[in-house]
């Protein structure tokens, strides 16, 4: 409900003799005024007080406001700048001057709409770089968020899809797709009770914490050209602490909506390489299927114009699409020497797997770098390839992709596996898993891979012409993994890789 009337203030924040004769755009939600102006926005709550929050007064407002900003400064703190007072005086309202304060305002730099990812994403401007930079960003901000070990009633998993699946029967979409909702209520509580042991696991040993809480593309954009979240949910911290993988799978579920399983698949592996949260994998599909259902039953409301209500159904789809049947887990491992092109093989490999974000990718380079506290791009000194060090790489990969396992995902392993000890160690952790194994050895002429590793520019393999003679002299090559020549393009590689899973799997 509407509590006090603003109708002053947003007529002094809407005219341009505000700000010097600057143009003004302003945007109303059903919680705030927003006016963008030059190279700021000031963002005002609205008076008004619901269920779920109560801006009521102009001390609640300021608290709001003050909390909007603390929030968001854990991911955006150059974007969101402080607040603002307005007060009135003899000559009437102005910015932060003497007199009565009657309202506050968000202040925020601003940025240009064009940067957001669900706008890069519609113009084909969306690149893997931004989606790199936004896993760390989301891995950073995740592991310094505050864990939160106990839940106050009414705010477990079972009721938010309790909610969800009752709102869904409420309204239009589940008049239409009656049986649809009532499929995914009883998958979604399904996978639930499978689960339950583990989510209560994960809040215990500190999984659960104040997250982002609206993480999708709309709410990232390149912000001084870094992938940057922004408008977190502050008015309801429950509504914000999640499951860390529960924030994830907001975005990665938008992303393969989009059509873009790819850059789900690339956000997902890189995150979980800072985290190391692979036990957690066996929910993604149930967190991905809730968070669609809930953009499902935020669309299909009546207040919604009509293009926004036939969306509610994609969403609906996928969520059920999530649910359906389970990914088979296996392993496959990707060998051979420095530019013979496994990590891309691995990528492409990825998304061969049934399951919407492909298969967990563990790559040694990748994990070198992490050991080492570096990024993965950050080129390393000589004694991080040490045997010891290189030994470490792969202990750590074995024991990711056993935790991997565990969770019911499949595996593609990335690695030159020149030493057959590191060979019979990774089919033995699919043995050891229940799992199939496929060991792929990718054969590239010499002259090929000097070429090659002589241009590479950027990657995350330190590998050189020195590197590649050295292992060229003393590797043995496998004679019990299977030979795919890979000296031709990416894709004629891929079309042999398939040909040979596709025959052993036969």
């Known amino acids: 409900m509407i509590c006090d009337s603003q109708e002053e203030i947003v007529k002094f924040l809407s005219s341009p003799l505000t700000y010097g004769g600057a143009a003004v755009q302003q945007i109303d939600t059903h919680l705030s005024h927003v006016f ?93 770089p931004a989606i790199a930079s936004l896993a760390d960003k989301i891995a950073s901000f995740h592991l310094g968020a505050m864990p939160k070990t106990t839940m106050p009633p009414g705010e477990e998993f079972s009721d938010l899809l309790d909610q969800i699946s009752t709102s869904l029967h409420e309204h239009e979409i589940g008049a239409k797709r009656e049986r649809d909702v009532a499929r995914w209520t009883t998958l979604a509580f399904a996978e639930h009770k499978k689960h339950a042991w583990l989510l209560e696991a994960r809040r215990r040993h500190g999984w659960v914490r104040h997250c982002h809480g609206d993480l999708h593309l709309a709410n990232i954009c390149l912000f001084n050209g870094k992938a940057t979240p922004f408008d977190a949910i502050e008015f309801n911290e429950n509504l914000s602490t999640v499951d860390v993988l529960y924030d994830l799978a907001f975005v990665l579920m938008d992303l393969v909506n989009h059509g873009k399983t790819e850059y789900a698949n690339l956000l997902l592996n890189r995150y979980l390489y800072q985290m190391r949260d692979y036990a957690g994998l066996a929910l993604l599909r149930l967190f991905q299927s809730t968070r669609a259902a809930v953009r499902a039953m935020v669309l299909g409301l009546p207040t919604q114009p009509e293009p926004r209500r036939r969306m509610a159904e994609r969403y ?62 950050d080129r390393l000194e000589a004694e991080y390839y040490s045997d010891a060090a290189t030994a470490g790489v792969y202990d750590r990969m074995f024991k990711d992709a056993r935790r991997t396992l565990r969770a019911g995902q499949p ?96």
């Open 316 to 377: 609906l789809d996928l969520a059920l699409e999530y649910l359906n049947g389970e990914s088979e887990p296996q392993m496959i491992a990707v060998g051979g020497y420095s530019g013979a092109g496994k990590s891309m093989l691995a990528a492409k490999l990825a998304l061969e797997h049934n399951g919407q974000c492909g298969a967990i990718v563990l790559n040694s380079d990748v994990i070198r770098k992490i050991l080492a506290g570096r990024c993965p791009e």
């Open 411 to 506: 595996v593609v392993l990335d690695a030159t596996f020149l030493d057959p000890g590191y060979r019979s160690r990774a089919k033995a952790v699919a043995k050891r898993a229940g799992v199939s194994f496929k060991g792929l050895w990718l054969t590239v002429p010499r002259e090929v891979l000097f070429g090659r590793v002589s241009s590479r520019l950027g990657g995350v393999s330190d590998a050189d012409i020195a590197v590649l003679e050295q292992q060229l002299h003393t590797t043995v090559e496998p004679q019990e993994w299977r030979s795919v020549d890979a000296s031709q393009t990416s894709d004629s590689t891929l079309k042999t890789a398939r040909e040979i899973l596709r025959y052993e799997k036969e």
């Open 36 to 128: 963008l102006v030059g190279a700021r926005v000031y963002k005002i709550k609205r008076a008004v007080r619901y269920d779920f929050v109560d801006f009521s007064t102009l001390a609640l407002r300021k608290q709001a406001c003050e909390k909007e900003v603390s929030v968001n400064r854990r991911t955006a703190p150059d974007m969101y700048l402080g607040v603002t007072p307005i007060s009135r005086d003899k000559d009437g309202l102005r910015w932060d001057g003497g007199g009565e304060i009657v309202e506050w305002a968000v202040e925020m730099a601003r940025f240009d709409a064009g940067d957001q990812f669900d706008e890069l994403l519609a113009r084909g401007k969306l690149e893997r």
